[in-house]
C-alpha cells in the first residue's frame, strides 16, 4: 500500500493507495505526527510514502514515513516520468509537477492539456513526446469573487452555489449578474485556451481537474475528462516511478 500526503495552503489531502485503487480518501485541516501514527496504525500495509507541500511541516512526519519504507518528500530534483522543458524548473508547483505526472499515466504519448481548477486555475500542456512545456495559471472562481468585492465599495461577496447548474448568461440581479460574468467569463476563457491549445496539439485530449471542475465538466463543449484526484493520483505515479527506478 502507498500512502499519499498532498499539504496545501488551507487543507491536507490524504489518500491510501491499494495498488492502482484509492481505497481511503480524507481531507482534513492539518497533519500531525499523532494523525500520522493513526493512519499508519490504521493501515500497517502501508510500505511507501510521498509528501508534496507548500509551506513548512513538521519534520517529524519525514521521520515517521522515513522509518515506514520508501519516502519521498516532493522537491524539484525529484525525479519524475516526464521530462521537463519548463524555463524555470525549480519555481514550478509541486501541484502541477504532480498533475503533469498524472497525465503520462492517464494518456501516455498524447498531447493533454490539464485545467485544474481551484484557488486557481492552471493550464498545463503535455506532448505526445512525453515534453511537460508549462502552460498558464489564472484566477480561480472564489478569488474573482473575492476581487469583485475587495476591489469595489458596493460589490457584494457572493459564494458559489452548491450545485452545479447552468448559470444563466444574462444575471437579472447583482448576485446573479456577478456569478454569470464569474463562471461563464472562466467558462470562456477555458473553450478559448482549449481551442488554441488543439489548434497547435492536434489531436488533444482535455483532462478538468480541482475543487471547481464540477462548474465546468458540462459547460466546456470541448470533449473533457474528468479527474477529481489528478493530484494525488500524479504523486503516487511519482511514488510509483521512483520505486521502479
Known sequence: MKLIIDIGNTFTKLAVFDKDV???FR????????????????????SSSIISSVALHDI??????NNNGLFIELDHNTPVPFINNYGTPHTLGKDRIAIASAATQMHPNENTLIIDAGTSVTYDIITHKNEYLGGAISPGLSMRLEALHNFTHKLPLINLPNNDEKIALIG??????ILS????GLTAEMQNIIN?????????????????????????KSNIFAAPNIVVTGLKCILDFNEKN
Open 22 to 24: 484509492i481505497i481511503s
Open 27 to 46: 481531507t482534513i485541516d492539518r497533519i500531525t505526527p499523532d494523525k500520522l501514527d493513526l493512519i499508519l496504525k490504521e493501515y500497517p500495509q502501508i
Open 60 to 65: 517529524k512526519l519525514n521521520n515517521i514515513l
Open 172 to 177: 437579472n440581479s447583482t448576485e446573479l449578474s
Open 181 to 184: 460574468g464569474v463562471v461563464n
Open 196 to 220: 488554441q491549445y488543439s489548434n497547435s496539439f492536434s489531436p488533444l485530449k482535455t483532462v478538468i481537474s480541482g475543487g471547481d471542475y464540477k462548474y465546468f465538466e458540462k459547460l466546456v
